[in-house]
């Protein structure tokens, strides 16, 4: 380093000494001496009623005035104020400190301290009104050294020396000050219109539930939506000029309107035009009948842009399947069934068991499948087999004292793997349909609501197994050892521990959907191609009986029919899947 510039950095550094030593230390207070640093102490925001603020610049006043709690923007224009802000900057000069406190005694030698401190033209002046009282302040210019400010108080020659942090509570424009909530709505909502372009919808609130004009709204996509929307902020102030041209913004006939209302009570009127050239992300949006233009989320709003079947309750019927204490059902024949405490019982039918376990899913799948819309108004239901339906479900409840029917259901023709519905309740002319595998699973006769246990025994109590296959016979019997052996006249391969499992697994056997009574068409269900016959004779105390199973082919859900005797009946029924894997490895007769 050479010697000149080793005197620049002393020059720099003695310059520096001297601005600390012959400027500030002079005129400085120490803290210390002081019995408290605060420069408002007797200063409550609670009582404060109006605020101004004249930014550096700018001849226009920000001033806020407070009425019944709430403060209002009333300079440069009338506007909600974003009461929170406002609080901020209050509670901020009640906590206000001074570091250092130059007394007016140490400046009376400093003619133009005012320039030096930048009171003359300061970064900022406010004024409050509390109670009787008025706090005026002028905040000045930044320190040599650190990051502090001069402030001074009206009434007070003294310089105070505060962090400058205490700027960050000061508006730089009305802006700052403004309620950024596009929405105030303070009452219920009981109608949403949306209109973007072309398309057009209302949705309306009713009984607790929101509806359109031919469908049920989803509930939860609406009031998440409505409850986003309504928390929608500004995203920057344009302008609040009433002469703007709104072509500008694409304000001249909106591309969307979103109208709230309370009834008759029109509540808002948002209107929407197009996206800033250089933000897509936002949207130029007004409130009707207000000047102020500003920009707001693309996001929310694009929402409400959709179809009104976006909106569109998917659920056919919309219930807690706990209320409903009755089912009517009218198809292959007619049957009501009661709930009976825990349980159901087939009214006007003695020595049926009703499986409570098949109701509970027939109620859960009525209340949770989705449909489409197929056609909003129908006037002619006969194409769609809904004149004379295949089948009808009236659900009811004795736990609602509105309404006793909760939902009436008809169900028509299959086309394309759909099944036509229709809600004789509610939107009458609406035709919609559901899948053809979830009609599957909806009984259409009383018998099938029958106990779907079809037997239960015990293993030990087996004393012999005859198994028929594609013309083959073979039998199996329990010797006085209690263990399985072929019969005389029959031979094979047996793994007895998979035998024994197979046999105490079939002992516990449940339908998983009764398909079909008195059946005697068993080429529909492939029974005599496939050939398949297995009979199990039982000890029964003192006596033994028979039961018999036939297997058929593949139902449409991937399981195997079979058929057994019910109650003097033969019943088709749908083989549970798992168990059959048994009887496929142990039940059967392999070919030679």
Do not use: C
């Given at each position: 380093m050479n010697s000149k510039t080793t005197w620049t950095c002393v020059a720099i550094a003695a310059v520096l000494f001297?601005?600390?030593?012959?400027?500030?230390?002079?005129?400085?207070?120490?803290?210390?001496?002081?019995?408290?640093?605060?420069?408002?102490?007797?200063?409550?925001?609670?009582?404060?009623?109006?605020?101004?603020?004249?930014?550096?610049?700018?001849?226009?006043?920000?001033?806020?005035?407070?009425?019944?709690?709430?403060?209002?923007?009333?300079s440069p224009l009338e506007y909600p104020a974003a009461s929170p802000r406002i609080e901020g900057t209050l509670d901020a000069l009640?906590?206000?400190n001074w570091h250092i406190y130059i007394a007016p005694a140490e400046l009376k030698d400093r003619p133009t301290a005012q320039e030096e401190?930048?009171?003359?033209?300061?970064?900022?002046?406010?004024?409050?009104?509390?109670?009787?009282?008025?706090?005026n302040l002028l905040v000045g210019t930044n320190t040599p050294v650190g990051e502090q400010i001069y402030l001074q108080v009206l009434g007070d020659v003294g310089v105070y020396v505060v962090d400058k942090i205490f700027l960050q509570y000061l508006p730089i424009t009305a802006d700052d000050w403004r309620d950024?909530?596009?929405?105030?709505?303070?009452n219920a909502i009981t109608s949403i219109k949306s209109r973007a372009g072309n398309k057009a919808f209302t949705i309306t609130h009713t009984n607790g539930s929101w509806r359109m004009p031919q469908a049920r709204a989803d509930n939860t996509k609406v009031n998440e939506l409505l409850k986003k929307t309504l928390a929608l902020q500004v995203a920057?102030?344009?302008?609040?000029?009433?002469?703007?041209?709104?072509?500008?913004?694409?304000?001249?006939?909106?591309?969307?309107?979103?109208?709230?209302?309370?009834?008759?009570?029109?509540?808002?009127?948002?209107?929407?035009?197009?996206?800033?050239?250089?933000?897509?992300?936002q949207v130029f949006a007004k409130l009707q009948n207000q000047p102020h233009i500003f920009r707001v989320a693309q996001e929310t709003l694009a929402e409400w842009r959709a179809s009104q079947t976006n909106f569109v309750d998917r659920r056919l019927a919309s219930f807690a399947p706990t209320n409903i204490t009755q089912i009517e059902g009218r198809g292959m024949d007619s049957f009501l069934l009661q709930r009976a405490g825990n349980g159901w019982s087939m009214a006007g039918v003695t020595n049926f068991a009703v499986d409570t376990e098949l109701v509970q899913d027939v109620l859960n799948l009525l209340s949770r499948a989705n449909v489409d819309i197929?056609?909003?108004i129908v006037t002619d239901f006969t194409s769609y087999g809904l004149e004379s339906p295949a089948l009808r479900y009236t659900l009811r409840t004795s736990k609602v004292a509105s309404a006793s029917i909760v939902a009436q259901i008809d169900f028509g023709t299959n086309q394309s793997g759909q099944i036509f519905v229709r809600r004789l309740d509610e939107y009458p002319d609406t035709v919609k349909s559901i899948q053809r595998e979830q009609f599957a699973r909806l009984p259409q006769a009383s018998w099938q609501f029958r106990d779907r246990q079809i037997w239960n025994f015990s293993s030990n109590d087996v004393v012999s197994v005859a198994i028929q296959q594609k013309g083959q016979t073979r039998k199996l019997v329990r010797n006085a050892q209690n263990e399985?052996?072929?019969?005389?006249?029959?031979?094979g391969v047996m793994n007895p521990f998979a035998f024994d499992e197979a046999i105490h697994r079939l002992g516990d056997l449940k339908a998983v959907f009764w398909v079909a009574k008195d059946e005697n068409n068993?080429?529909?269900?492939?029974?005599?191609?496939?050939?398949?016959?297995?009979?199990?004779?039982?000890?029964?105390?003192?006596?033994?009986?028979?039961?018999?199973?036939?297997?058929?082919?593949?139902?449409?859900?991937?399981?195997?029919?079979?058929?057994?005797?019910?109650?003097?009946?033969?019943?088709?029924?749908?083989?549970?899947?798992?168990l059959f894997f048994e009887v496929q490895d142990s039940l059967t007769i392999t070919p030679k």
């Open positions: 001297a601005l600390i030593v012959f400027v500030e230390k002079p005129f400085r207070k120490q803290s210390h001496l002081a019995a408290s640093t605060k420069i408002f102490p007797g200063f409550n925001p609670a009582t404060a009623t109006r605020i101004e603020i004249r930014p550096s610049g700018s001849r226009k006043k920000i001033r806020a005035e407070r009425s019944a709690g709430t403060w209002t923007l009333t009640a906590a206000l401190f930048g009171f003359v033209e300061p970064v900022a002046t406010l004024s409050v009104e509390h109670g009787n009282s008025v706090l950024p909530s596009v929405f105030r709505v303070t920057q102030f344009e302008t609040d000029n009433p002469q703007a041209n709104l072509e500008t913004f694409g304000l001249v006939t909106p591309e969307m309107e979103l109208t709230f209302a309370a009834d008759t009570n029109l509540l808002a009127v948002l209107q929407v035009g197009k996206s800033p050239t250089n933000d897509p992300a197929e056609k909003d399985w052996t072929f019969a005389a006249g029959s031979q068993s080429e529909s269900f492939l029974f005599k191609e496939v050939d398949h016959r297995i009979a199990l004779e039982i000890k029964r105390g003192e006596k033994t009986e028979t039961v018999s199973l036939e297997f058929g082919g593949f139902s449409e859900f991937g399981t195997r029919y079979a058929a057994t005797m019910v109650d003097g009946s033969r019943m088709v029924f749908e083989f549970p899947w798992p």
